[in-house]
């Protein structure tokens, strides 16, 4: 009688060999197409020109120069106002006020946000001020800025700052409120001093609030300002964009009433794609904040 038990025998080691089969990491180059959708300047100068068409083509349709002129001619009369150098002349003095009130709104915003982080008073103050002024338009205050300060450029940048103030200061309040607590236990374990706890925990963690009050408080302050030297530039006589806007219109130059907008457009477009999404790359997108 056989023995049925079963003779366990070892495995025989197996050694494969791994041959170049060629085929690695598969890596397409983009096309040319690809590569220029992916090039966001490409993609928002594609924007303006389109627009740029569909303002030539409506208004070659509408055929009424003193309604809508056309893209040309509007670049014909932006071209000569900037050659005779009454152009540059007017921009020139709506950026000096401009850059003053400007100034003036964020030194303020700076100090009444520092008084509003340190006490309970001054957050209270700070949400009273906010409530009453914010959504009062900063184009109603003319009547008596003229009173209180003439007809000068006081009167101007009064009606900025109040433009620009209360923007700054409540964004860049909500942005200090919305510090995570764990960064706030953070600074306070490595026993940062106060300036340092400012610098390097609140206003890195709020800088995102704070450029969108930035952003905000510039774009109020453009809108306050061309309004304003409308008024202003009237009675005085002189003044920047406002003011050219104004007597192009009074000529009924239509053209250049619109290379007048045309280039407080262009100076919009200049700070935020050179100035503000150069700030933001370099700190919030730097950061990892920010996709």
């Given at each position: 009688m056989?023995d049925?038990?079963?003779?366990?025998?070892?495995?025989?080691d197996?050694?494969?060999?791994?041959?170049n089969?060629g085929?690695?990491?598969?890596?397409r180059?983009l096309?040319l197409?690809q590569r220029?959708?992916?090039?966001?300047?490409l993609?928002?100068?594609?924007?303006?020109?389109?627009?740029?068409?569909?303002?030539?083509?409506y208004?070659?349709?509408?055929?009424?120069?003193?309604?809508?002129?056309?893209?040309?001619?509007?670049?014909?009369?932006f071209w000569?106002?900037f050659?005779?150098?009454?152009?540059?002349?007017?921009?020139?003095?709506?950026?000096?006020?401009?850059?003053?009130?400007?100034?003036?709104?964020?030194?303020?915003?700076?100090l009444?946000?520092?008084?509003?982080?340190?006490?309970?008073?001054?957050?209270?103050?700070l949400e009273?001020?906010?409530?009453?002024f914010?959504?009062?338009?900063?184009?109603?205050?003319?009547p008596?800025?003229?009173?209180w300060?003439?007809?000068?450029?006081?009167?101007?940048?009064?009606?900025?700052i109040?433009?620009?103030?209360?923007?700054?200061?409540l964004?860049?309040?909500a942005?200090?409120r919305?510090?995570?607590p764990?960064w706030?236990?953070?600074?306070?374990?490595?026993?940062?001093?106060?300036?340092?706890?400012?610098?390097r925990?609140?206003?890195p963690?709020?800088?995102?609030?704070?450029?969108?009050?930035?952003k905000?408080?510039w774009a109020?302050a453009?809108?306050?300002?061309?309004?304003?030297e409308?008024v202003?530039?009237?009675?005085?006589g002189?003044?920047?964009l406002g003011?050219?806007?104004?007597?192009s219109k009074?000529?009924?130059?239509?053209p250049?009433?619109?290379a007048?907008l045309l280039?407080?457009?262009?100076?919009?477009l200049?700070?935020e794609?050179?100035?503000?999404?150069?700030?933001?790359?370099?700190?919030?997108?730097?950061?990892g904040?920010q996709t």
């Amino acid at each position: 009688m056989t023995d049925a038990r079963q003779v366990l025998t070892a495995r025989p080691d197996v050694t494969y060999e791994v041959t170049n089969t060629g085929v690695g990491v598969v890596e397409r180059p983009l096309s040319l197409y690809q590569r220029l959708a992916n090039h966001g300047g490409l993609r928002k100068v594609l924007v303006l020109v389109v627009l740029a068409l569909i303002w030539e083509v409506y208004a070659r349709w509408l055929a009424n120069d003193l309604l809508f002129p056309t893209f040309s001619a509007t670049i014909v009369a932006f071209w000569d106002a900037f050659v005779t150098g009454e152009l540059i002349k007017a921009t020139w003095y709506s950026m000096k006020i401009l850059f003053q009130g400007y100034a003036a709104g964020l030194i303020l915003a700076g100090l009444l946000t520092a008084f509003a982080s340190a006490t309970r008073i001054g957050a209270d103050l700070l949400e009273v001020l906010t409530a009453m002024f914010n959504p009062l338009p900063s184009i109603a205050l003319l009547p008596l800025a003229m009173i209180w300060f003439g007809l000068g450029n006081a009167g101007i940048v009064f009606v900025l700052i109040h433009a620009v103030l209360w923007s700054v200061a409540l964004n860049t309040h909500a942005g200090f409120r919305g510090v995570s607590p764990t960064w706030r236990m953070v600074g306070q374990n490595y026993g940062l001093s106060s300036f340092g706890y400012v610098t390097r925990i609140l206003i890195p963690g709020a800088f995102p609030s704070i450029l969108t009050g930035l952003k905000i408080g510039w774009a109020f302050a453009w809108r306050t300002l061309i309004a304003a030297e409308l008024v202003f530039g009237a009675n005085s006589g002189g003044g920047g964009l406002g003011w050219f806007i104004f007597q192009s219109k009074n000529s009924l130059e239509i053209p250049s009433v619109f290379a007048g907008l045309l280039t407080v457009i262009l100076l919009g477009l200049i700070v935020e794609n050179f100035i503000f999404l150069t700030a933001e790359k370099m700190t919030i997108r730097r950061w990892g904040m920010q996709t």
